[in-house]
Structure formats: C-alpha cells, structure tokens
C-alpha cells in the first residue's frame, strides 16, 4: 500500500522518535509499505517519520543509481534502531534531495564515511562501514529519525533564498506527484 508522505511543515518530521521494539504492530508490513511508498516517489530513501511514525527506522536502496556509483549494486537495506557511532572521511558536497521537500536540490557538505550499528529486518545486529553514495543516503535518512532535515543543514543565505519554495511547500501551494500530505 503507497503511504502518504509528510511534507515539509509537519510536525512528525520534527518529533522525537522511540526505538523499534520486535513485536511492534504489523512492522514488516509497514516496512514493505514503506519500500512501495519509496518506489512510487522514485526515492532511494525513506525514514518512517516521512510516513507519519515516530519510531527509529529507515529504508535505503540505492540499486538505481548503480550505473554511476558502483557501490549502490543492488544496495537495498533496512534499518532498525540504527545508531551512527562515527563519521569520518574526506568532507564532499553533494545535491541533496528529500521526498518530504519536493522539487528543491541543493548542495550539502557531509563526511565520506559513515560507520554504523543497527538491526535488520529480522532483527539482527549489524555494525557496518559505509562510504561514496551510500553513506550519502544513509547519513540523510538518519537526519530523519534526528528530527534533522536537509535544509537545516543549508547555509543561512541559501535557506532565505529558498524560503519562499518553503513556505510553498508548508502552505499546501506545492505538490509532488505523488500522494502527500501536510499534518
Ligand atoms: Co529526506
């Protein structure tokens, strides 16, 4: 089932999330809601509060982008109660974009490699080393589960210039393709 995505403006994207307990209510279902929801958008990446839930996880699959970043192959995961132990790496821009920030790109600055604990889907414990694109996704999904957005990582002068593309998308006035809402 496609979900509705939250948009910029709503108040779950800024809300605390709780950590994912095993018998949490229908959670594969909402996982492969979450995956369908994703596809539809043509996102490479989701976190459950763009879909209304205040709970640690995320989904990533970066397959798409394979042809020009190799370690996306077939790069499909989810992740549940992750926790970033550190970043490192030589700092890289990249046009960042969010399916709760429709139609807006922008340059944003963040460390190569991402090293990482979580659970998968059948709850087993990972810690990981991540770097190029994938990284990238990884460290903006976890953003989400840290009420953080992109456009808080946006230099003061670039966020005033796109304020009013903002206020568009807060007030309803601009809509993805896709089905999303606001509140
Ligand atoms: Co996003």
Not at 12 to 18: A, D, Y
Not at 25 to 33: C, G, S, T, V
Request: hydrophobic fraction near 35%; include cysteine; glycine fraction near 4%.
């Amino acid at each position: 089932m496609i979900l509705q995505i939250y948009l910029y403006g709503s108040d779950v994207l800024r809300k605390k999330t709780e950590l994912v307990t095993p018998d949490y209510a229908d959670l594969k279902q909402l996982i492969d809601n979450m995956y369908e929801t994703m596809y539809n958008a043509e996102g490479v990446g989701l976190a459950a509060p763009q879909v209304g839930r205040s709970i640690r996880l995320f989904i990533v699959d970066a397959s798409a982008m394979a042809d020009e970043y190799p370690e996306a192959k077939e790069f499909k995961k989810t992740f549940i109660n992750p926790s970033i132990i550190e970043t490192y790496g030589d700092p890289f821009t990249y046009s960042e974009g969010c399916l709760s920030v429709p139609k807006i790109r922008e340059d944003i600055v963040r460390d190569s490699i991402v090293k990482i604990n979580y659970f998968d889907e059948n709850f087993t414990e990972h810690t990981d080393v991540y770097d190029g694109i994938v990284s990238r996704i990884i460290q903006h999904e976890y953003d989400h589960i840290e009420q953080i957005l992109f456009t808080d990582r946006m230099s003061q002068l670039k966020k005033k210039l796109l304020k009013r593309k903002l206020n568009n998308i807060k007030d309803g006035k601009d809509r993805p393709s896709y089905s999303s809402r606001i509140n």
